[in-house]
């Protein structure tokens, strides 16, 4: 069992930046791939990014690629995603989720771990 706790939403202006943070409790947090995903409201939720293991491996989105990155310190136990050119489509609740695997994956069934997601409102 992995437990996961993400914290940093708020509310930021078109352009700004956010920095998002998991921690991690439970199982050995290392061995598994970590990602992020969004979900608007009256949309499906969707996949962001995602990381390796290692953190040498990472995976983005097309809409959120040059603007997001995700990043993890296994020795923490913490996986972040820093949101930098924001604007109002980002808008949703956050989540951070553990896979059942080690290696990047953009596929929502492969998590086997979610957080209780944050909320992260981008005004124009």
């Known amino acids: 069992q992995v437990h996961l706790v993400e914290s940093g939403g708020g509310l930021v202006q078109a352009g700004g930046s956010l920095r998002l943070s998991c921690a991690a409790s439970g199982r050995t947090f290392s061995r598994y791939a970590m990602g992020w995903f969004r979900q608007a409201p009256g949309k499906e939720r969707e996949f962001v990014a995602s990381?390796?293991?290692?953190?040498?491996?990472?995976i983005y989105t097309d809409s959120v690629k040059g603007r997001f990155t995700i990043s993890r310190d296994n020795a923490k136990n913490n996986v972040y995603l820093q949101m930098n050119s924001m604007k109002p489509e980002d808008t949703a609740v956050y989540y951070c989720?553990?896979?059942?695997?080690?290696?990047?994956?953009?596929?929502?069934?492969?998590?086997?771990?979610w957080g209780q997601g944050t909320q992260v409102t981008v005004s124009s």
């Open positions: 989720a553990a896979a059942g695997v080690a290696t990047v994956t953009a596929q929502i069934r492969r998590y086997a771990y």
């Open positions: 990381i390796t293991w290692s953190g040498e491996n990472t």
